[in-house]
């Protein structure tokens, strides 16, 4: 892991199963550096459409109102991410 800054795992629930037409409702990303420091952040999104499959991740449009929409927390998940080894399921 020469010159990375540590892990990052990353989940991510979106409103559909295709890669395009679809739009992120929620993002968490664990962090651990490389002497083992834990940082969590998880964050609702408001997709501003459907959420469509909420039998898959259990997210109504009621509870997704009024949260930030990606492009507000970009920049942040984007810190998280940067320099780091990303670990991701089904992504």
Known sequence: MSGAAGWAVVDVETSGLRLYGHRALSVAVLTLDPVGRL??????????????????????????????VFEDVAER???????RVMVAHNA
């Open 39 to 68: 940082e969590e952040c998880s964050m609702l999104l408001d997709p501003r459409c459907d959420p469509g499959p909420v039998h898959i991740h259990g997210l109504m449009a009621e509870r997704l109102r009024g949260a930030p």
């Open 77 to 83: 998940i984007g810190t998280l991410l940067a320099g």
